[in-house]
């Protein structure tokens, strides 16, 4: 269903994937896969331009409370292979899980639900806001 959706785009295709699949496997596992789904991405829309924004952090409460924890320290080692992979494809990379953390390097609870992991209505709009004030002209 993916590859058919990008292939009948007629605007930027953005791909975020990770969150769930660090909780039970490792980053460079996930980063694999999404390498895959990129790379069929590319295959399928070749002219499309593709960007990837990081994932977001968690709040500390989903560190260690959370039905599956997921670690930021993982997110982080995630986020730089996904900074890898979009360089080694060529695609544009935007760092909105930087621009979503607080002081203490968590994801601003006032930007999450009550899991910790998910974004609220206030996390999604900052996490737009940030992306079309980074990313190229299409």
Sequence with gaps: RIMSAINSAKCPIYLMFGTESLGTQPADQTADQFDQLLNSAIATAPEAQIIVPSIPPVTAFAEINGETPIKNSVIDDYNSRL???SNKRDVYYVDVNTALKNNEGKLNP??????GIHLNTAGGQALLNYVLNHIPPA
């Design 83 to 85: 900074l890898e992979i």
């Design 110 to 115: 006032e930007y999450a639900e009550e899991d």
